[in-house]
């Protein structure tokens, strides 16, 4: 499904293709998030790795894109990375230089102490954006300063937007990309997140104060903004408006 240009959704999946670039989009892998809940006291199996592994190859094939670009992060402790952590993105990168010619990274704010990691695995780290034929990709976290005479579109992740849909007493939660036109006349895109188990911020149930990006609580009208939700089973859905939906779920 097209979103601008010849950027298009992966089909039911948490990513983007620049056609024109070559690109794979993907945004907030939270590698190691595992351990990062054991030691809350949560156990879960530790399948995130795996599901993001068969993804990201599902990803490659459909789109056949020669970069795999990853907005921001990819590890998901705050701190020095853990060894499952180490472990996990070497394993992810390992993969995913079998099947694209580049893996580019832009830094997030979970990313720190990752340069020993990527420096070791050949992949090039950006920080706080990379720009690449009008497309600056940018994680989204604060407000940088950005060379908007070279932009046609910013593309960020942090925000991991999701659409939080009722029916009588039944609830579900889907993650969707967000995206339509800043304040400045740039057009924006917000990419859900790639980590399977992210539950993503219900933009449809939040305050516009209340959301974690600047740039979508600052720099957007986000009544304004568009939908579309991602389902592996039944693939890209368009929805309405912001605007329309919260009008929608305000009438149940």
Known sequence: MKIFNSVETVDGLPAIFLKK?????????????????????????????KEMLQNLKEAYELTGARTLLINGDMKHEFGEASRQEWREVREFVTFAKKMFEEVVLVRGNHDNYLLSITSKLGIEVF?????????????GHKK???PWEEIEILIIGHEQPALLLRRGFDKIKIPCILYGKMKNGKRIICIPSFSPLSSGTPINMMDKEELLSPYLREEVD???MEVIGIDKEVGALKFPKLKKIIGDEDEK
Do not use: N, W
Request: proline residues 4%; glycine residues 8%.
């Open 127 to 139: 920080d706080p954006f990379y720009l690449r034929s009008g497309k600056c990709f940018l994680h």
């Open 21 to 49: 670039e070559g690109i794979l989009a993907i945004s907030d892998t939270h590698l190691g998030y595992e351990l990062y809940l054991a030691e809350k006291g949560m156990y879960i199996p530790q399948l995130q790795l």
């Open 144 to 146: 940088v300063k950005l």
């Open 222 to 224: 986000l009544m304004e």
